[in-house]
């Protein structure tokens, strides 16, 4: 079965603009997490979102980053007025109910500020 | 002390060698355990869930020590393609929402 994906796979921006990067999560699964990993480093929690709960907005680095998910759906993690240090690879992974679930991850998108 | 510790390593162990590495935990709470392989530019995927009476999958052993709290993955007869960045997760207090991923054991397996 189709597996989480992520668009764009690569984006190369300026510094200073905005930024929306997508994740579509395996049907079904109602936990969706973001994490950032920069070159070389370990995974960074960004957000997590299960079901209908508010969403775990503890890991967002600044006011500069938001993310939204439509129901159970896709997720869209925005950044603005993006710097160099936000440039990372951006990962989505879902799984089918929480955090004692396997976690599927999609392939990121490699986000490069310029 | 950190919520999850791994040595970052690199760990360069010839083929066909036996190989250990332990994860650290400070919430003597958490529940849940696994580790997740990363290939270098890939996204992490799991290799395998730790439970508490420790597991087994192949040439890979997973075990739990909840005294001391640490898990341990050791990997027998290595093979090449083994090497990869070993990522540590331990959810976070006792909730089941919420996990923590470890900055990852690399390992290099060398012919």
């Known amino acids: 079965g189709a597996g989480v994906s992520q668009s764009p796979s690569n984006k190369v921006t300026e510094k200073g603009k905005d930024v929306e990067l997508r994740c579509d999560p395996i049907?079904?699964?109602?936990?969706l997490y973001w994490y950032r990993q920069r070159l070389g480093q370990g995974l960074e929690f960004l957000i997590y979102?299960?079901?209908?709960?508010?969403?775990?907005k503890s890991g967002l680095p600044s006011d500069r980053f938001s993310a939204e998910r439509t129901g159970e759906s896709v997720s869209t993690l925005t950044i603005q007025r993006t710097q160099q240090e936000d440039s990372a690879v951006y990962l989505c992974?879902?799984?089918?109910?929480?955090?004692?679930?396997?976690?599927?991850f999609g392939p990121g998108t490699r986000l490069l500020v310029l | 002390r950190k919520e999850v510790e791994q040595d970052p390593g690199p760990f360069n162990v010839p083929e066909g060698a036996t190989v250990a590495f332990n994860c650290t935990y400070s919430?003597?709470?958490?529940?849940?355990f696994f580790w997740y392989r990363q290939d270098c530019r890939k996204e992490p995927k799991l290799l395998m869930s730790?439970?508490?009476s420790g597991n087994e999958d192949g040439r890979f052993t997973a075990q739990l020590n909840r005294a001391s709290q640490y898990i341990s993955l050791l990997i027998r007869d290595s093979k090449l393609s083994d090497s990869a960045t070993y990522l540590c997760?331990?959810?976070?207090?006792?909730?089941?929402?919420?996990?923590?991923f470890g900055k990852g054991t690399r390992l290099h397996i060398l012919p």
């Open positions: 997760v331990v959810n976070k207090e006792n909730r089941d929402d919420k996990i923590i």
């Open positions: 049907s079904g699964h109602t936990a």
């Open positions: 992974a879902s799984s089918r109910q929480g955090a004692q679930e396997t976690q599927y």
């Open positions: 730790v439970y508490s």
């Open positions: 979102f299960q079901g209908n709960s508010a969403p775990d």
């Open positions: 919430n003597s709470a958490s529940q849940s």
